[in-house]
């Protein structure tokens, strides 16, 4: 639960309020919580979640650099705001990463900062919503300027909100097992390069290959004349939405010196307009990710799951692979993927997961943030009507498949995201056994930061340099 720490106002107040808010405050020490208080401060910000208009700026930050800290310990969020028509308060609500419980209030606002305290007495993160009521600055969707700010609390104690399936092996090995009784039957169509590649030096192709459902759809390229066992090979894997494979990845992969493939998550055709992909995403793909929920022989994640290991069973079967490296990597529902693909297939030997989604699907169940798609309502009374759904999730968990992974692995997570909350990532993350490393992103949401974008790469590539 949040333990807040009491602060103490600069402003001047009545004697009346401050007695009715020690009134306040005792009640809620009674029972066990103290509400989040707010006072002036203007130390300078050491990471920011930040808000920007033309007159406006608004930060939040958490006083340590690292933005990590101790079960316990007080966590000071300072919010900052300038510009000429600067708000004179801001509201707050301070939370378990975006569960309850939540704390609520609003701060005037000194020399254009002020400061809110809190802590958590359990392994998790607290997320610091601020807005500012100020119609003069580019609004939100509830028209006011909003910016968040995040803290880690012994990230690396968040376990996982329920055990692996007893069964949960025997599920997958019987998937994979009427997987490999459908030939791969691979077509491989050449396609041109794209034009920042080198036509001289890649080969590129559009590849269909027969899977369970739907086939993987992709597209391939390769070094040209490479000679055989002599080249590492990537699958590239993409995150939520609706749309074609991409080419210019694999192809900057392959002038890399890499055989590469792109899949896109659907196994639909490649290269279509994009209004092809645009009606699919309003028509019969909508809403894939709840499909079939109820049940784990009907989510819709069975099939993008399986395509994995077909895909794999492609790129492990070209002449040209070296026979030692294989690199799945992607973000979001990829970085999932990424996850999955090294929980199902022991060929994998690097997972890049970027902000991953499907990770403790269930953490609801222990009053904590749940990742995308959040099958299961936000409240554990809720989620309990659903039992059949609490129980099929399970198998589709990056959390669980985290456990299989023999692969080394490096995550990234944003402290901000409320897509794929940081909570949910390390439940994941902390399930691998193996070598492993991840970025915190500190002051970014669900879209990566340069810097985290560039630790990614540096860490894949130099694994590669390990590998020749």
Request: charged share 20%.
């Amino acid at each position: 639960m949040i333990s807040p720490a009491p602060a103490v106002s600069r402003l001047s107040r009545s004697r009346a309020a401050l007695v009715a808010s020690c009134l306040l405050a005792a009640a809620f020490v009674a029972a066990g919580t103290l509400p989040l208080s707010g006072h002036a401060q203007t130390s300078a910000p050491a990471a920011a979640a930040q808000a920007e208009s033309a007159k406006l700026s608004l930060t939040v930050s958490a006083d340590r650099a690292d933005a990590i800290y101790r079960q316990g310990e007080t966590v000071t969020f300072t919010i900052r705001v300038t510009g000429a028509d600067a708000a004179p308060e801001a509201q707050w609500t301070l939370s378990k990463d975006g569960v309850a419980p939540k704390r609520s209030g609003t701060v005037a606002l000194v020399n254009g900062a002020a400061t809110v305290t809190g802590s958590l007495d359990e392994p998790g993160f607290l997320l610091c919503q601020v807005t500012l009521p100020d119609p003069a600055a580019k609004p939100d969707a509830k028209g006011k300027t909003t910016a968040l700010g995040g803290a880690a609390i012994d990230p690396l104690k968040i376990a996982p909100s329920l055990p692996v399936p007893d069964d949960f092996d025997a599920f997958w090995a019987e998937k994979k097992k009427a997987l490999a009784a459908i030939p791969v039957n691979a077509r491989l169509t050449p396609v041109a390069p794209p034009k920042s590649a080198d036509a001289t030096k890649i080969e590129t192709f559009d590849l269909q290959a027969d899977s369970l459902g739907a086939p993987v759809s992709g597209y391939y390229a390769r070094p040209a004349g490479a000679k055989p066992k002599s080249l590492p090979a990537i699958l590239t894997v993409h995150g939520a939405g609706v749309r074609s494979s991409s080419l210019s990845g694999p192809a900057n992969w392959a002038g890399r010196g890499l055989i590469a493939l792109d899949i896109n998550a659907h196994g639909l055709p490649n290269g279509k307009p994009a209004s092809f992909y645009e009606a699919l995403a309003k028509g019969e793909l909508r809403d894939y990710r709840a499909r079939g929920r109820d049940s784990r022989e009907t989510i819709y994640f069975l099939g993008m799951y399986l395509r994995l290991v077909r895909a794999i069973d492609f790129l492990t079967a070209q002449p040209e692979w070296d026979g030692r490296t294989l690199i799945v990597s992607g973000g979001s529902q990829g970085g999932a993927q990424s996850i999955v693909a090294g929980g199902l297939d022991p060929r994998v030997t690097y997972i890049s997961a970027g902000v991953p989604a499907l990770c403790d699907n269930t953490g609801v169940l222990v009053n904590r943030q749940r990742g995308w798609p959040k099958f299961l309502p936000e409240t554990k009374a809720e989620a309990e009507k659903l039992p059949e759904v609490v129980e099929a999730v399970r198998y589709y968990d990056a959390m669980n498949f985290a456990t299989r992974v023999k692969a080394e692995a490096y995550f990234t997570t944003g402290f901000i995201d409320t897509t794929c909350a940081p909570t949910s990532v390390y439940a994941a993350y902390n399930n691998l056994p193996g070598k492993k490393a991840i970025y915190n992103d500190i002051a970014s949401g669900h879209r990566s930061s340069p810097a985290c974008g560039k630790a990614k790469n540096d860490a894949l590539m130099a694994y590669l340099a390990t590998r020749k």
